[in-house]
């Protein structure tokens, strides 16, 4: 099983963000992608907001580095660790725009774009940028589509849909993969619905574990009815880690422990038929996050399977 992570700093949500991210910046921000790489890790993440309104900003804060630019820049920093977007809202964006800018991402780091898709769900973010929110879902149904010509290996892409047309406008470089795979975000029926027809992956948003092996189930059941086959990898968010005995109060949500604790009670995801597990890590500061992500990747990963 497989494990990834979203990286700190790069987004501050007050849901997961620790208080010494408030005061880093870049330089932590490498160190820890730099961990990630070192330890095994699948892919490290980055999260994708244009603008945050006043009434959110309490809640959501205003930190939100662009993912191109940051995943860009960890390219060049990192040698073999997967870049993940989760998840891009690709509906603000023309799909040629959006194209262009993953398809030099992915030719840049030798392939090791992931790029995970998502309808979003801030109004005003949408009104800013003049589309339409009420239609967000139909817009992102088309703007894959449209996603999966103009990332393909054809230097002419082509598209014809209701809100995007498009053909003999050239694009290079093309992406070093000969498909990019798309993973959908959500938890939503229309949004697991999609990932199962229109995705090569299903990325959650939180769902307890108690909820997972049905929805796993819809999506095997919604795939094997349109006869889709191939490889699908099924994502679940694990709860917050600790790995070891901390001398601090983790929260008591969090799954603690030696490393064969945490080991075991992760095997459970895979039980369920999950792929690969995002964690994330309680911590107090950046050295501790860097300690914990290099004792789940010594300790803890090798006990997943």
Not at 9 to 27: F, R
Not at 89 to 110: E, F
Not at 180 to 208: E, F, M
Request: a neutral charge.
């Amino acid at each position: 099983m497989a494990y990834g992570i979203q990286l700190p700093v790069q987004s501050q949500s007050t849901l997961y963000t620790e208080p010494w991210e408030a005061g880093a910046g870049p330089e932590d921000l490498t160190a820890v992608a730099r961990a990630a790489d070192a330890a095994g890790f699948a892919y490290v993440a980055c999260c994708d907001h244009v603008a945050i309104p006043r009434r959110l900003a309490p809640a959501m804060s205003t930190v939100w580095y662009d993912p191109v630019a940051t995943l860009a820049h960890l390219a060049a920093v990192t040698a073999r660790v997967r870049l993940l977007a989760h998840v891009a809202v690709v509906g603000l964006r023309h799909p040629l725009l959006t194209a262009k800018q993953y398809a030099t991402l992915d030719r840049l780091s030798g392939g090791r774009l992931l790029l995970g898709v998502g309808a979003g769900h801030v109004r005003e973010e949408f009104e800013a940028l003049g589309v339409d929110f009420e239609r967000r879902g139909a817009v992102l149904d088309e703007v894959m589509d449209a996603l999966r010509a103009a990332l393909g290996p054809e230097e002419y892409p082509e598209h014809h849909g209701k809100r995007y047309d498009f053909a003999g406008l050239g694009q290079r470089p093309r992406p070093a993969q000969p498909r990019v795979p798309l993973w959908v975000g959500g938890s939503s029926p229309a949004a697991v619905r999609r990932a199962a027809l229109k995705g090569d992956g299903w990325l959650p948003q939180g769902d307890p574990r108690d909820r997972l092996p049905e929805r796993i189930a819809r999506i095997r059941r919604l795939r094997e009815e349109a006869g889709l086959g191939g490889a699908f990898t099924v994502g679940a968010i694990a709860e917050p880690l600790y790995v070891g005995r901390p001398g601090w109060d983790v929260g008591r949500h969090t799954l603690g422990g030696a490393p064969e604790e945490v080991a075991e009670s992760l095997r459970a995801y895979r039980a369920m038929g999950v792929d690969q597990i995002q964690v994330r890590f309680r911590s107090r500061s950046r050295s501790e996050l860097i300690e914990q992500i290099a004792a789940f990747g010594a300790e803890v990963a090798p006990r997943l399977d």
